[in-house]
């Protein structure tokens, strides 16, 4: 068996109705950004459908906490590129980090990190990982090489540009 893609990348267009007056990203569209890139990401690399999931059983994941640095402006009409990867997991949540970079990942434009929690819409709760889904995380899971903190962590990715 292949094993799995560990970071997922993807470019988008920022567009025009997302940004405020001075042409930049408007900082809460960042958060829609690179929430859509995963989305699309898990699908297209895994065959992963966050959708398809919550449709047919009513789970899905929601956005609990987010730690979010915007570094660089991402500009109207510019094509960037959006890293992701899945940091750890637990019986109820994930921890993602996303990367957001210029078209030739010159500049970094923002580092997330984001707690989601695992949530049952019929009971308004959180919801336990099936066991599938606990082997599936652990197949992609790319924790960084020795626990920082979120500052720590920036610093380090600025190191490389």
């Given at each position: 068996?292949?094993?799995?893609?560990?970071?997922?990348e993807?470019?988008?267009k920022?567009?025009?109705?997302?940004?405020?007056?001075f042409?930049?990203?408007?900082?809460?569209?960042?958060?829609?950004?690179?929430?859509t890139?995963?989305?699309?990401?898990?699908?297209?690399?895994?065959?992963?459908?966050?959708?398809?999931?919550?449709?047919?059983?009513?789970?899905?994941?929601?956005?609990?906490?987010?730690?979010i640095s915007?570094?660089?402006?991402?500009?109207?009409?510019?094509e960037?590129v959006?890293q992701?990867?899945?940091l750890?997991?637990?019986?109820?949540s994930?921890?993602?980090?996303?990367?957001m970079?210029?078209?030739?990942?010159?500049?970094?434009?923002?580092?997330?990190?984001?707690?989601?929690v695992?949530?049952?819409?019929?009971?308004?709760?959180?919801?336990?990982?099936?066991?599938?889904?606990?082997?599936?995380?652990?197949?992609?899971?790319?924790?960084?090489?020795?626990?920082?903190?979120?500052?720590?962590?920036?610093?380090?990715?600025?190191?490389?540009?």
């Amino acid at each position: 068996m292949n094993e799995m893609k560990k970071v997922l990348e993807s470019k988008m267009k920022i567009r025009f109705h997302d940004c405020d007056p001075f042409n930049h990203l408007n900082n809460s569209r960042y958060l829609d950004y690179i929430m859509t890139a995963r989305g699309d990401q898990l699908i297209d690399n895994y065959n992963f459908d966050i959708y398809k999931i919550l449709n047919e059983q009513n789970v899905g994941w929601v956005m609990a906490q987010t730690q979010i640095s915007y570094l660089a402006p991402a500009l109207v009409m510019e094509e960037v590129v959006i890293q992701t990867r899945l940091l750890s997991f637990s019986e109820r949540s994930l921890h993602m980090e996303a990367l957001m970079w210029s078209q030739d990942k010159s500049s970094l434009k923002a580092v997330m990190w984001a707690k989601l929690v695992h949530f049952n819409l019929k009971t308004q709760k959180s919801h336990a990982h099936h066991e599938t889904l606990m082997t599936f995380f652990s197949s992609i899971e790319n924790p960084l090489s020795h626990p920082l903190s979120f500052e720590e962590r920036i610093k380090t990715v600025k190191e490389v540009i």
